[in-house]
């Protein structure tokens, strides 16, 4: 497993400090961000999981707690939208450059608005997508909310 991707690179180009988490990853885990916090011994809702969605037709990040769901209604709302819905994996997986299940909000092929969910800043640190299956960074909130040029707000059903 390579410990360098897209989202490492960017991190490390911006001087964001993190630490890396490899797990084995298991594609057929009903919810993988839940199998990830299990695997690594974390609190589920520590440990962040990247969504790409379509916010008024417009690709949108969402990163929330791994044991939570998306409430469309508010990241609509959080980007002044009538509608969002999740983007189909083949659309993400083009428009990020990285594969489903390994979506991490940075180093993107592509910049796109970024919702990062207010309960991360309840944590000294939280994990999110490295940039492949099988990886997570530790990260401040903070950081990767700056990181990731991040809108902090309850996005959680």
Not at 27 to 43: I, N
Request: contains cysteine.
């Amino acid at each position: 497993m390579s410990k360098t991707t897209p989202a490492t690179v960017a991190l490390t180009k911006a001087g964001v400090a993190f630490l890396l988490h490899p797990y084995d990853y298991d594609p057929d885990a009903p919810r993988t961000g839940l199998q990830a916090a299990e695997a690594l011994g974390w609190a589920p809702e520590q440990v962040f999981k990247t969504l790409m969605t379509l916010v008024d037709g417009a690709p949108a990040c969402v990163v929330v707690p791994s044991d939570c769901e998306v409430s469309m209604k508010k990241l609509a709302a959080v980007f002044a939208a009538k509608s969002a819905h999740m983007m189909k994996p083949a659309d993400a997986e083009r428009l990020t450059g990285f594969k489903v299940g390994g979506v991490s909000p940075f180093g993107q092929r592509k910049v796109v608005r970024t919702a990062l969910d207010e309960t991360a800043i309840l944590f000294d640190r939280i994990l999110i997508n490295a940039g492949q299956r099988g990886l997570l960074l530790e990260i401040a909130p903070e950081d990767a909310r700056r990181a990731a040029d991040a809108v902090m707000a309850d996005l959680t059903a």
